[in-house]
């Protein structure tokens, strides 16, 4: 079984940026897809971007143009490059790859 650990996540003003980090242990051998998704209080957990084995992207309207997802098949790791963020970007963020169970998450909070 694949097991997803996420970190990077903390406060910032608007404007700002982060880096989540998402690393995989366990059963794995590569990482073909992942994706981000974020879950805000009282929402839905929504998609906000994947890449594919090929690295495809693929991104939320609300987040194209200012978040870049990537992945390093070498260290098990994907990334997501959070900038220019908005209030609205304040969420739980979670990594998943089909093959692993959802992880804790990382809280990221966008807040002057």
């Known amino acids: 079984q694949v097991q997803l650990v996420e970190s990077g996540g903390g406060l910032v003003q608007p404007g700002g940026s982060l880096r989540l980090s998402c690393t995989a242990s366990?059963?794995?051998?590569?990482?073909?897809?992942m994706a981000w998704y974020r879950q805000a209080p009282g929402k839905q957990r929504e998609l906000v971007a994947s890449?594919?084995?090929?690295?495809?992207?693929n991104y939320a309207a609300s987040v194209q143009g200012r978040f870049a997802i990537s992945k390093d098949n070498a260290r098990n790791t994907g990334y997501l490059q959070m900038n220019s963020l908005k209030p609205e970007d304040t969420a739980v963020y979670y990594c998943k790859t089909p093959s692993a169970t959802w992880g804790q998450g990382t809280q990221v909070t966008v807040s002057s």
């Open positions: 890449i594919t084995n090929g690295g495809n992207t």
């Open positions: 366990g059963s794995v051998v590569r990482i073909y897809y």
